[in-house]
Antibody, heavy 120, light 109 residues
Framework: EVHLVESGGGLVQPGGSLRLSCAASGFTFSTYAMTWVRQAPGKGLEWVSAISGDGVYTYYADSVKGRFITSRDNSEITLYLQMNSLRAEDTAVYYC?????????????WGQGTLVTVSS | EIVLTQSPGTLSLSPGERATLSCRASETVSNNYLAWYQHKPGQAPRLLIYGASSRATGIPDRFSGSGSGADFTLTISRLGPEDFAVYYCQQYVGSPPITFGQGTRLEIK
């Protein structure tokens, strides 16, 4: 059974940094692209970033480009999101999600999410 | 960037009724690369439909997706109490950015 478990969220001051992790199990992690999606309080879902199965290719929303870095360790079966220069508008629940299949950026498994709060 | 507009914003129905949710794209969604998700508070989003009309694994057949081009519909034929949630459409045409609609809240009347 597929499981995705996010961790690393918390309270951080504006301008600070945080690293989220997503531990995966139940599937061949290295063969699937992975994605981060967030939901700000009272708002809808927003795509944040994606990474190819081999980690070579990464993609970012304009709202986080240059500040966030997505990476993965296929030997540790873990996805990461390094968030720098955090802003109040980055406050959200962050979900990691598994792509349904390669070449198809729709997501069949999601974690429960981890809350990031950016506030002084 | 393809913008998705969902309607209505809120839909109030009773269990047993039929729900019809709309998702309109700002341009043609190639290959019908359109998905629908159900999201309940405190839970992970759940994939219902991909490719506009293919049900994801384990999704009951009361959920169906239809449409093509720029107009898509999610239909829930007979609402169960567990179906009241927020529903999002999502397009995944080509490379990012991937976009979601703003959501339709399905509430009990």
């Amino acid at each position: 059974e597929v499981h995705l478990v996010e961790s690393g969220g918390g309270l951080v001051q504006p301008g600070g940094s945080l690293r989220l992790s997503c531990a995966a199990s139940g599937f061949t992690f290295s063969t699937y692209a992975m994605t981060w999606v967030r939901q700000a309080p009272g708002k809808g879902l927003e795509w944040v970033s994606a990474i190819s199965g081999d980690g070579v290719y990464t993609y970012y929303a304009d709202s986080v480009k240059g500040r966030f870095i997505t990476s993965r360790d296929n030997s540790e079966i873990t996805l990461y999101l390094q968030m720098n220069s955090l802003r109040a508008e980055d406050t959200a629940v962050y979900y990691c999600a598994k792509n349904l299949r390669n070449g198809m950026a729709t997501y069949d498994y999601w974690g429960q999410g981890t809350l990031v709060t950016v506030s002084s | 960037e393809i913008v998705l507009t969902q309607s209505p914003g809120t839909l109030s129905l009773s269990p047993g009724e039929r729900a019809t949710l709309s998702c309109r794209a700002s341009e043609t969604v190639s290959n019908n690369y359109l998905a629908w998700y159900q999201h309940k508070p405190g839970q992970a989003p759940r994939l219902l439909i991909y490719g506009a009309s293919s049900r994801a694994t384990g999704i009951p057949d009361r959920f169906s997706g239809s449409g093509s081009g720029a107009d898509f519909t999610l239909t829930i034929s007979r609402l169960g109490p567990e179906d009241f949630a927020v529903y999002y459409c999502q397009q995944y045409v080509g490379s990012p950015p991937i976009t979601f609609g703003q959501g339709t809240r399905l509430e009990i009347k």
